[in-house]
C-alpha cells in the first residue's frame, strides 16, 4: 500500500482543525484570527488532547507561504494613489504612534532585564496594530460608517508601509548583532534603490504590459501571472538583502496600480486565505502553556502597556495633527491592539536566531488579550469621552479646540499647502546634504587618518569636529531655514502660539536634533554623544544662528537656487479664514447589492438626499466614472457610491442600502476627486446666482456640500441657495477644476 506524505497527512490535520475551531468561533462571534491560534494550540506538540503534526518543517514552509501571500495580498489593497490621499493627518498620527511604541517597548523591555534584541523587537511587536482586528471589530458593531474612521483606515496604511520598513530594519539589526549606523544606512539605501525600482515598475511598465495584454487575459492566467510575479520579487528582495514579505507586499503594491487590480485582489483572495490560516495555525502551534504561566505577570503587563500606550499614543499623535479631542480618543482606543504584524516580527526574531523563545509565546498571548478587548473598547468610547471632557480643565480643552481649529483653516487653505511642500523640499535638501557630508568624512576622511597610523580617538575626534562643522549650516536650515519672501506666513498675528505653525517648527527643529545624534553616535559612546548633541543643539540654535544663517544664505544664492519652485519666490495672496471647527460631514463609499429592490431606479425617484441627507457625490460602476450624478441616474448593482453625510445621516443610509459591504475611507482609484473649498470674491462669477444656475456642477464636474457663511454652516444646501460674497464654498469633485474656478 502507497504511503502518504506526511505533508498531506499534516496538512489535513492543520486544516481540519482550522475548520471546526473556526466554525465554532464564528457561532461565538469571535475573531477568526484567534480561532486558528487556538487550533494551532490543538494540534501542536504542546497538547495531548488530539493528534499533533508530526513534521514541523513542512508546516514552517507552509507559513512562510501564509506570510507570502498574506502581505501580497495586503499590497493588493495599497496604491502609490492610496498612499496620496491618506494625508498628512493619518501620517502624523502613525508615525508620532510608532515611535512611542518603540521606544516604550525597548524601554520596558530594558526594564524587565531583557537583553538588547529582546527589548527592541518587543517595541517593534506593539507598535503595529491588527488591521484584520479592527475591520471584522467595526464592521461587526457597526462604526465603519463613523467620520473618525477614516483617520483609523489611514493611519492602518501608514502602519502597514511602516511596518514593512521595520522588517528590514529589524532584518539589518538582527544579522549585525547591534544597531550599527552605516549597516543601517547601507540598507536603508538598498532599500530606497529598491524602492525606485518598485515605483517605475509599478507606474511605467506593469500597467501598460496588463492594458496591452488584456485581451489574452483570462482569470486563470491573470493568477498565474500574479502569482508568479509575487514568487519572483520574494526572489528577487532575498537576492537584494530583504525579507520575502517585503517582497510579497511590493509585487502586491504594483499589480495594485494595474488595470487587473481587482481582478487579481478577487482571485488571490481564496488562496491568501488558505495559506493566512496555515500561517496562523503554525503561530498557535508555538503557544507554551507552561511559558505563559510561568510569565503570566509579564503578559498581563505587556497588554495592559499595549491597551495604555497605543491608546495615549495615538491620540497624542491625532492631536498634534490638528484633531478634536473626541476624533483622537476614538482613534486612540480603536487602535489598542496588536495582531498578524507582531507575529511576522516575531517570526522574523525567531528566524534569525536573535530573540530568546520565550518572547513568541508571550507576543502572542499578548495580541489574544488585546484583540479580545477591542470590541470592549470601542463601546466604552463614548462613555470614556464624556469622563475625560468632564475632568479636563476648561483650559486644556480650549487649548485642544483652538488648535484643532487652526489645524482645519490651515489644511484647507492651498496656500499652507504650497508653503508646506516648499519647506519639506529645503527640509529634505538640506538633510541629503548633511547625510553626504557625513558619508564622506566617516567612510573617507576617517578611513584616510587611520591609515596614516594616527590614534583612533583622535582621527574620530578630528573627523566629527569636521563633520560638525561643515553639515551645521544645512542643521540650521532644516531646522530655522525660511523661504523668501514667503516669511509673511510665519509671521502672521491671526497664528498664535498655539497654532500648528510651531508645531511645524518644533518638527523641524526635532528632525535636525536627531540627525546630529545618529552622525555623532557613530564616532563616540552614547554618553558622549548625548552631550554633543545638546551642545551642538544649542550651538546651532542659539549662540551661532545668525553666522550660521549668512553662511547658509550665501551658499543657497549659490548652488541651491535652482532647486526651488519658481512659487516659492512669490508671497501669494492672503484672505481672512473662518474659524469653524471642522465639518461633521465625511465621505464613506458604499457597494449597491445586487439584489436591492431600487436598482434600476432613478435617484429623482429614491429622494435618498430629502430622506436620509446625504449626498451622492460620485458612481463608478467598473471603469466608468460619473461624478455628480443627476436625478435622472439609476443605481445599478455592485455601484461603488461616495456619499457625504454625518455619522448618523451615514447609519441611516447604510440601513437603507442593507448590506456589509463597504468602507469608512474614500480608496477609489478615481484620480484628483476631492473636497476642496473656494471663497466667493467680489469679482466672482457666480457670485448672486443660485447653486443650480451658477453652473458650479458643469463647472467642477461636482457638487457643493456645504456653504460657510458669517460664522454659521450650512450642509448640503439647496440649489435654489444664493451665492454670496464672502461666501466659502465646499465643493466635492475634480480638483484641478474646482481650483480652476
Same mark, same amino acid.
Given at each position: 500500500?502507497?504511503?502518504?506524505?506526511?505533508?498531506?497527512?499534516?496538512?489535513?490535520?492543520?486544516?481540519g482543525a482550522?475548520?471546526?475551531?473556526?466554525?465554532l468561533?464564528?457561532?461565538?462571534k469571535?475573531?477568526?484570527?484567534?480561532?486558528?491560534?487556538?487550533?494551532?494550540?490543538?494540534?501542536g506538540?504542546?497538547?495531548?488532547?488530539?493528534?499533533?503534526?508530526?513534521?514541523?518543517?513542512n508546516?514552517?514552509?507552509w507559513?512562510e507561504?501564509?506570510?507570502?501571500?498574506?502581505?501580497?495580498?495586503?499590497?493588493?489593497?495599497?496604491?502609490?494613489?492610496?498612499?496620496m490621499?491618506?494625508?498628512?493627518?493619518?501620517?502624523?498620527?502613525?508615525?508620532?504612534?510608532?515611535?512611542?511604541?518603540?521606544?516604550?517597548?525597548?524601554?520596558?523591555?530594558m526594564i524587565?532585564g531583557?537583553?538588547?534584541?529582546?527589548?527592541?523587537?518587543?517595541g517593534?511587536?506593539i507598535?503595529?496594530?491588527?488591521?484584520?482586528?479592527?475591520?471584522?471589530?467595526?464592521?461587526?458593531?457597526?462604526?465603519?460608517?463613523?467620520?473618525?474612521?477614516?483617520?483609523?483606515?489611514?493611519?492602518?496604511?501608514?502602519?502597514?508601509?511602516?511596518?514593512?520598513?521595520?522588517?528590514?530594519?529589524l532584518?539589518?539589526?538582527?544579522?549585525?548583532?547591534?544597531?550599527?549606523?552605516?549597516?543601517?544606512?547601507?540598507?536603508?539605501?538598498?532599500?530606497?534603490?529598491?524602492l525606485?525600482?518598485?515605483?517605475?515598475?509599478g507606474?511605467?511598465?506593469?500597467?501598460s504590459?496588463?492594458?496591452?495584454?488584456?485581451?489574452?487575459?483570462?482569470?486563470?492566467?491573470?493568477?498565474?501571472?500574479?502569482v508568479?510575479?509575487?514568487?519572483?520579487?520574494?526572489?528577487?528582495?532575498?537576492?537584494?538583502?530583504?525579507?520575502?514579505?517585503?517582497?510579497?507586499?511590493?509585487?502586491?503594491?504594483?499589480?495594485?496600480e494595474?488595470i487587473?487590480?481587482?481582478?487579481?485582489h478577487?482571485?488571490?483572495?481564496p488562496?491568501?486565505?488558505?495559506?493566512?490560516?496555515?500561517?496562523?495555525?503554525?503561530?498557535?502551534?508555538?503557544?507554551?502553556?507552561?511559558?505563559?504561566?510561568?510569565?503570566?505577570?509579564?503578559v498581563?503587563?505587556?497588554?495592559?502597556i499595549?491597551?495604555?500606550?497605543?491608546?495615549?499614543?495615538?491620540m497624542g499623535?491625532?492631536?498634534?495633527?490638528?484633531?478634536?479631542?473626541?476624533?483622537?480618543m476614538q482613534?486612540?482606543?480603536?487602535?489598542?491592539?496588536?495582531?498578524?504584524?507582531?507575529?511576522?516580527?516575531?517570526?522574523?526574531?525567531?528566524?534569525?536566531?536573535?530573540?530568546?523563545?520565550?518572547?513568541?509565546?508571550?507576543?502572542?498571548?499578548v495580541s489574544?488579550?488585546?484583540?479580545?478587548?477591542?470590541?470592549?473598547?470601542?463601546?466604552?468610547?463614548?462613555?470614556?469621552?464624556?469622563?475625560?471632557?468632564?475632568?479636563?480643565?476648561?483650559?486644556?480643552?480650549?487649548?485642544?479646540?483652538?488648535?484643532?481649529?487652526q489645524?482645519?483653516?490651515?489644511?484647507?487653505?492651498?496656500?499652507?499647502?504650497i508653503?508646506?511642500?516648499?519647506?519639506?523640499?529645503?527640509?529634505?535638501?538640506?538633510?541629503?546634504?548633511?547625510?553626504?557630508?557625513?558619508l564622506?568624512?566617516?567612510?573617507?576622511?576617517?578611513?584616510?587618518?587611520?591609515?596614516r597610523q594616527?590614534?583612533?580617538?583622535?582621527?574620530?575626534?578630528?573627523?566629527l569636529?569636521?563633520?560638525l562643522?561643515l553639515?551645521?549650516?544645512?542643521?540650521?536650515?532644516?531646522?530655522?531655514?525660511?523661504?523668501?519672501?514667503?516669511?509673511?506666513?510665519?509671521?502672521?498675528?491671526?497664528?498664535?502660539?498655539?497654532?500648528?505653525?510651531?508645531?511645524?517648527?518644533?518638527?523641524r527643529?526635532?528632525v535636525?536634533?536627531?540627525?546630529?545624534?545618529?552622525?555623532?553616535?557613530?564616532?563616540?559612546?552614547?554618553?558622549?554623544?548625548?552631550?554633543?548633541?545638546l551642545?551642538?543643539?544649542?550651538?546651532?540654535?542659539?549662540v551661532l544662528?545668525?553666522? @550660521?544663517? #549668512?553662511?547658509?544664505?550665501w551658499?543657497?544664492s549659490? =548652488? &541651491?537656487?535652482?532647486?526651488?519652485? +519658481? $512659487?516659492?519666490? !512669490?508671497?501669494?495672496?492672503?484672505k481672512?479664514?473662518?474659524?469653524?471647527?471642522?465639518?461633521?460631514?465625511?465621505?464613506t463609499e458604499?457597494?449597491?447589492p445586487?439584489?436591492?429592490?431600487?436598482?434600476?431606479?432613478?435617484?429623482?425617484?429614491?429622494s435618498?438626499?430629502?430622506?436620509?441627507?446625504?449626498i451622492?457625490?460620485?458612481?463608478?460602476?467598473?471603469?466608468?466614472?460619473?461624478?455628480?450624478?443627476?436625478?435622472?441616474?439609476?443605481l445599478?448593482?455592485?455601484?461603488?457610491?461616495?456619499?457625504?453625510?454625518?455619522?448618523?445621516?451615514?447609519?441611516?443610509?447604510?440601513?437603507?442600502?442593507?448590506?456589509?459591504r463597504m468602507?469608512?475611507?474614500?480608496?477609489?482609484?478615481?484620480?484628483?476627486?476631492? @473636497?476642496e #473649498?473656494?471663497?466667493?470674491?467680489?469679482?466672482?462669477? =457666480? &457670485?448672486?446666482?443660485n447653486?443650480? +444656475? $451658477?453652473g458650479? !456642477?458643469?463647472?467642477?464636474?461636482?457638487?457643493?456640500?456645504?456653504?460657510?457663511?458669517?460664522?454659521?454652516?450650512?450642509?448640503?444646501?439647496d440649489s435654489?441657495?444664493?451665492?454670496?460674497?464672502g461666501?466659502?464654498?465646499?465643493?466635492?469633485g475634480?480638483r484641478?477644476?474646482?481650483?480652476?474656478?
Amino acid at each position: 500500500m502507497h504511503n502518504l506524505p506526511t505533508m498531506i497527512h499534516d496538512l489535513a490535520l492543520i486544516l481540519g482543525a482550522a475548520a471546526i475551531i473556526t466554525l465554532l468561533f464564528k457561532k461565538l462571534k469571535q475573531p477568526l484570527v484567534i480561532g486558528y491560534l487556538f487550533a494551532g494550540f490543538l494540534v501542536g506538540p504542546h497538547c495531548s488532547l488530539v493528534v499533533n503534526v508530526t513534521d514541523t518543517e513542512n508546516v514552517r514552509l507552509w507559513s512562510e507561504l501564509g506570510v507570502i501571500f498574506l502581505l501580497f495580498a495586503l499590497g493588493l489593497e495599497f496604491s502609490f494613489k492610496k498612499l496620496m490621499r491618506v494625508g498628512g493627518a493619518a501620517g502624523t498620527t502613525a508615525i508620532f504612534e510608532i515611535l512611542m511604541m518603540l521606544g516604550l517597548g525597548y524601554l520596558t523591555g530594558m526594564i524587565l532585564g531583557w537583553n538588547f534584541m529582546d527589548s527592541l523587537f518587543l517595541g517593534g511587536i506593539i507598535s503595529i496594530s491588527s488591521t484584520s482586528v479592527i475591520l471584522r471589530t467595526t464592521d461587526e458593531l457597526g462604526y465603519k460608517t463613523k467620520r473618525y474612521m477614516s483617520l483609523v483606515f489611514g493611519v492602518l496604511v501608514i502602519e502597514d508601509l511602516m511596518a514593512v520598513l521595520l522588517l528590514v530594519l529589524l532584518s539589518t539589526v538582527a544579522l549585525t548583532k547591534q544597531f550599527a549606523g552605516m549597516e543601517i544606512f547601507t540598507s536603508m539605501a538598498k532599500l530606497v534603490f529598491f524602492l525606485l525600482i518598485w515605483f517605475i515598475t509599478g507606474v511605467f511598465i506593469l500597467p501598460s504590459f496588463l492594458k496591452k495584454a488584456q485581451h489574452l487575459l483570462t482569470e486563470e492566467t491573470v493568477l498565474v501571472i500574479s502569482v508568479g510575479l509575487c514568487l519572483g520579487m520574494v526572489i528577487f528582495a532575498d537576492k537584494v538583502g530583504f525579507s520575502a514579505a517585503l517582497g510579497a507586499f511590493v509585487t502586491g503594491s504594483l499589480l495594485a496600480e494595474t488595470i487587473e487590480a481587482e481582478r487579481i485582489h478577487h482571485l488571490i483572495r481564496p488562496v491568501r486565505d488558505l495559506f493566512s490560516a496555515v500561517f496562523f495555525v503554525s503561530i498557535g502551534m508555538l503557544i507554551d502553556p507552561a511559558i505563559i504561566q510561568e510569565h503570566f505577570g509579564i503578559v498581563l503587563l505587556l497588554s495592559f502597556i499595549v491597551i495604555v500606550g497605543k491608546t495615549l499614543s495615538v491620540m497624542g499623535g491625532a492631536l498634534l495633527a490638528g484633531q478634536t479631542l473626541r476624533t483622537a480618543m476614538q482613534t486612540g482606543m480603536t487602535l489598542s491592539q496588536i495582531g498578524e504584524f507582531s507575529f511576522i516580527i516575531a517570526t522574523l526574531g525567531l528566524s534569525f536566531g536573535v530573540i530568546s523563545k520565550t518572547l513568541y509565546p508571550i507576543a502572542v498571548a499578548v495580541s489574544v488579550v488585546t484583540t479580545f478587548t477591542t470590541p470592549y473598547m470601542l463601546r466604552s468610547m463614548d462613555t470614556a469621552y464624556r469622563l475625560l471632557e468632564r475632568k479636563l480643565p476648561t483650559s486644556w480643552s480650549g487649548l485642544i479646540t483652538r488648535y484643532s481649529q487652526q489645524s482645519v483653516v490651515l489644511s484647507s487653505n492651498r496656500d499652507w499647502r504650497i508653503l508646506v511642500k516648499a519647506y519639506m523640499t529645503k527640509i529634505i535638501l538640506n538633510s541629503v546634504v548633511a547625510i553626504a557630508v557625513f558619508l564622506f568624512t566617516s567612510r573617507w576622511m576617517l578611513t584616510w587618518l587611520l591609515e596614516r597610523q594616527m590614534d583612533e580617538g583622535m582621527a574620530k575626534l578630528i573627523t566629527l569636529s569636521l563633520t560638525l562643522l561643515l553639515s551645521a549650516p544645512f542643521l540650521w536650515a532644516v531646522a530655522f531655514g525660511k523661504i523668501k519672501n514667503m516669511d509673511v506666513f510665519t509671521l502672521r498675528g491671526d497664528l498664535d502660539k498655539n497654532s500648528p505653525n510651531y508645531v511645524f517648527l518644533i518638527s523641524r527643529m526635532m528632525v535636525a536634533v536627531v540627525l546630529i545624534g545618529v552622525m555623532v553616535a557613530q564616532f563616540v559612546q552614547w554618553q558622549w554623544a548625548l552631550a554633543i548633541t545638546l551642545w551642538m543643539t544649542a550651538a546651532v540654535g542659539f549662540v551661532l544662528y545668525r553666522y @550660521l544663517e #549668512k553662511i547658509y544664505q550665501w551658499f543657497e544664492s549659490h =548652488f &541651491l537656487g535652482n532647486f526651488h519652485d +519658481e $512659487s516659492n519666490h !512669490r508671497a501669494p495672496p492672503l484672505k481672512p479664514k473662518s474659524m469653524l471647527a471642522p465639518w461633521d460631514a465625511h465621505i464613506t463609499e458604499f457597494v449597491i447589492p445586487a439584489e436591492a429592490n431600487f436598482v434600476g431606479r432613478p435617484l429623482m425617484d429614491l429622494s435618498i438626499r430629502e430622506k436620509y441627507g446625504v449626498i451622492i457625490a460620485l458612481i463608478e460602476r467598473g471603469r466608468r466614472r460619473i461624478s455628480a450624478p443627476g436625478r435622472d441616474e439609476m443605481l445599478m448593482p455592485f455601484d461603488k457610491l461616495s456619499v457625504i453625510g454625518t455619522d448618523e445621516q451615514l447609519e441611516k443610509f447604510k440601513n437603507f442600502i442593507g448590506n456589509d459591504r463597504m468602507g469608512g475611507f474614500f480608496v477609489s482609484n478615481t484620480k484628483n476627486f476631492t @473636497l476642496e #473649498k473656494v471663497e466667493i470674491m467680489q469679482q466672482s462669477e =457666480f &457670485l448672486n446666482k443660485n447653486i443650480r +444656475e $451658477s453652473g458650479l !456642477r458643469e463647472a467642477t464636474s461636482g457638487l457643493v456640500v456645504g456653504i460657510e457663511r458669517a460664522g454659521q454652516r450650512m450642509l448640503n444646501p439647496d440649489s435654489h441657495e444664493l451665492i454670496l460674497v464672502g461666501d466659502i464654498l465646499w465643493i466635492v469633485g475634480d480638483r484641478e477644476k474646482i481650483l480652476a474656478v
